[in-house]
């Protein structure tokens, strides 16, 4: 374990949402769905969906979500000394949409990458984020979740089309000392065995489009949506009670809970297990459905916007996602000029 005096804390936050609304109404034309249905299993009124003829990408998207925390943080492009995007659903194969984002915003020499990890892709992130902090050899993150789901759901499959949307949030991380600021601890896990309770199995190398069993409906996501629920909650509890511990901090101490905006009934179960106050707990996914790894970014964002996140809180987030990935990060927030 690293033994020194230095904590990390989120000094910034932003986002960007593509320009194009989709409410639940739109699926009813095509799918055996309704409004009513879908809000009240998920939470979920509307989404957005990027266009990529109006410019909108997950590289543009996300360097629009890293302007604006680097705004909110008011820092200097110049300080940050590292990139680390979660996504799975980048522009290209190669480069890494860091790498993109790192040419957009002028930077040299310093390293960017993407890290695998589906909707925990960004709570993974600070995760790594925060070692590179901790050990003393960098000072400032650009930590990046973005996106495009729209170009992966099945559009045929109403118990999938009707819960994504895309979005960037991002945060900008940085090594402080001090007595006062609490520590920032993460806990990161994955188990393998539950791969195909999600998952997009065809378009890649193994299944690539030439190959003769690729087909539209393999290639989106698939999901067992019903286990997936049983597990998300138990793996969320897990993580966020480690956490807890390892970090000693109780319940009564954090401001706000963050959760992976995948459906607000799993955000409901878990509140109610760990009997965490209602009132502190962040839900968004209403105004922009399940964006994977860019929801806990996009809902710490809005939140701050609203000041319902503002400087001083201590944040308990936790995400699931397809590998399975999962994880929870208890985070100090303090914006710049505040105490
Ligand atoms: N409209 C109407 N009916 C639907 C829809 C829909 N959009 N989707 C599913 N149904 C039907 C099913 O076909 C099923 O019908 P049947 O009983 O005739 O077979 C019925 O509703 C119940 O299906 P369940 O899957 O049990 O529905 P449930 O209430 O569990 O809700 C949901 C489905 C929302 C996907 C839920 O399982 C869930 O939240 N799972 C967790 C996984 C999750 O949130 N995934 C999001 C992505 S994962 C991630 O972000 C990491």
């Known amino acids: 374990m690293i033994q020194n005096n230095q904590k990390s804390v989120i000094i910034g936050f932003g986002h960007a949402l593509p ?49 604006n925390a680097i705004a909110s943080a008011g820092i200097n492009v110049s ?11 980048s522009d290209e194969t190669m480069p890494s949409m860091a790498c993109r984002v790192q040419a957009a915003l002028g930077l040299k020499d310093i390293f960017a990458f993407d890290l695998s990890a589906a909707c925990s892709g960004f709570l993974f992130g600070l ?12 000072k400032t993150g650009l930590v990046i979740g973005t996106e495009i789901l729209s170009s992966f759901i099945n559009l045929r499959d109403r118990s999938t089309a009707v819960l994504f949307g895309d979005g960037s949030g991002a945060a900008i991380i940085q090594s402080c000392e001090g007595e006062d600021i609490p520590s920032f ?15 997009i199995p065809a ?16 290639a989106k996501v698939v999901m067992r949506g019903n286990e997936l629920f049983k597990v998300a909650v138990r793996c969320m509890k897990q993580s966020i009670l480690k956490c807890l511990e390892k970090s000693g901090t109780t319940i009564d101490q954090i401001d706000l809970l963050v959760t992976h905006q995948a459906n607000e009934r799993i955000i409901d179960k878990l509140q109610e297990e760990l009997g965490f106050p209602k009132e502190k707990v962040v839900k968004k996914l209403e105004f922009v459905g399940n964006t994977s790894a860019a929801s806990i970014p996009i809902a710490c964002s809005m939140a701050a916007e609203e000041k319902q996140l503002t400087s001083g809180s201590l944040v308990m987030s936790a995400s699931f996602g397809g590998g399975l990935n999962y994880g929870a990060c208890l985070f100090p927030v303090r914006f710049k000029g505040d105490s």
């Open 19 to 67: 320009s194009y609304q989709i409410d639940n109404h739109y699926f009813e034309g095509f799918l055996d769905t309704t409004d009513s249905w879908i809000k009240s299993r998920t939470g979920i009124s509307k989404r957005q969906f990027a266009l990529p003829a109006l410019g909108e990408t997950n590289v543009t998207l996300s360097t629009q979500a890293a302007k």
């Open 79 to 89: 300080d940050i000394d590292f990139i680390i995007g979660g996504t799975l659903s």
């Open 127 to 138: 995760g790594v984020a925060d070692r590179f902090l901790k050990s003393g050899t960098h």
């Open 185 to 199: 601890w993460s806990e990161m896990a994955s188990d393998g065995n539950y791969a195909d309770l999600l998952w």
């Open 203 to 218: 378009g890649n190398s193994k299944i690539p489009p030439t190959d003769p069993t690729f087909s539209y409906a393999n």
